[in-house]
């Protein structure tokens, strides 16, 4: 009888009387949370996206349906009345004068605050520590409290409504020489000493050693930089005066507090934003996955 039970059955085959076993509770609680997770996650880039989506819905409708429903992003009346009545003002001079601004703004501080962090992160100099703590001092002060200094020094010199005194006050910043600072410290010193023993000197190791490797450090300046040379407004009240040197943000500004800022106007102010964040959206959305990481892509192999 054993004889016939044992030839009868397969070695290692699994029994048929014995039951499946259960899922665990562990694996099913942490599929519950990250479904819950994921659907919070979900949510609140909803409600994120949700004020954008009824900016651009509302730059397409009339004023009396903006203003009847202020929260339904679905014209009843799709029109483009507000985009063509935006360009039959100086839209397009200022279009121009923020592409000049932010382009000049943008390669200055690239350039200046690489260089003034590469000197403080690496060149030794009496007084080095001052400069440092200086700088990191003027990242707490406000910028609105700099308005009439710079007013009077940009007046003294003779800039006052002209393209230099609205780019050179903003060719520098605290903060990109504090990133670039700290990314050059970061960066390993051999890379610096073979450019040395090869003859170069102290510019020309920055510029073709150093400046490569910090590629993440000075796409993220790149667009700080930019985004906020072209949403600047305050600096811009202060150092022009003429309708010929309006940016975007003092042409849409003027525009909707003058003759045309009468009753809510939403499609109108809603149209100029959309046009406004367009050259901000594609930039971010073009050089975001080379946003500073902490990794030095490679620049050394061991």
């Known amino acids: 009888m054993s004889q016939t039970t044992l030839t ?10 014995t039951p499946k076993a259960a899922p665990r509770p562990h694996a099913t609680r942490t599929a519950i949370l990250k479904a819950l997770g994921y659907s919070a996650l979900t949510v609140f880039a909803l409600l994120y996206l949700f004020p954008f989506i009824i900016q651009i819905g509302t730059s397409f409708k009339t ?9 339904n992003p679905i014209p009843s009346n799709f029109t483009t009345a507000a985009y063509q009545q935006l360009f ?18 943008t390669a200055g501080r ?35 409290v700099l308005l009439i200094p710079k007013f009077l020094i940009i007046k003294q010199l003779g800039m006052y409504d002209t393209y230099s005194g609205m780019i050179l006050p903003l060719v520098a910043d605290a903060a990109g020489v504090f990133i670039m600072k700290n990314f050059f410290e970061s960066i390993p010193v051999s890379l610096e ?5 090869d003859g170069a000197g102290v510019f020309r190791t920055f510029w073709s050693v150093v400046l490569p490797v910090a590629k993440p450090a000075l796409i993220t300046i790149t667009i700080i930089a930019f985004q906020s040379s072209w949403n600047e407004l305050p600096h811009f009240l202060v150092s022009r ?21 009468a ?25 975001q996955k080379r946003i500073i990481s902490g990794s030095l892509e490679g620049a050394v192999k061991e």
């Open 63 to 71: 004023d009396s349906d903006a203003t009847a429903n202020p929260l």
């Open 110 to 144: 690239v350039f200046f605050d690489s260089l003034a962090g590469y000197a403080l992160a690496r060149l030794r100099f009496r007084g080095r520590g001052a400069v440092t703590l200086a700088i990191v001092v003027t990242l707490a002060v406000p910028g609105v």
């Open 193 to 197: 000493e073979a450019a040395k023993l």
């Open 88 to 105: 039959q003002q100086d839209f397009g001079l200022w279009f121009t004068n923020s592409v000049v601004v932010a382009l000049f703004v």
């Open 263 to 287: 009753g809510n106007r939403y499609p109108l102010k809603l149209a100029a934003a959309v046009l406004m964040t367009i050259p901000v959206a594609l930039m971010f959305f073009v050089f």
């Open 241 to 261: 005066a003429s309708p010929e040197t309006n940016t975007l943000t003092t042409g849409v500004a003027g525009l909707l507090t003058g003759a045309l800022g």
């Open 8 to 17: 009868d059955r397969h070695v290692g085959a699994p029994d048929p009387e």
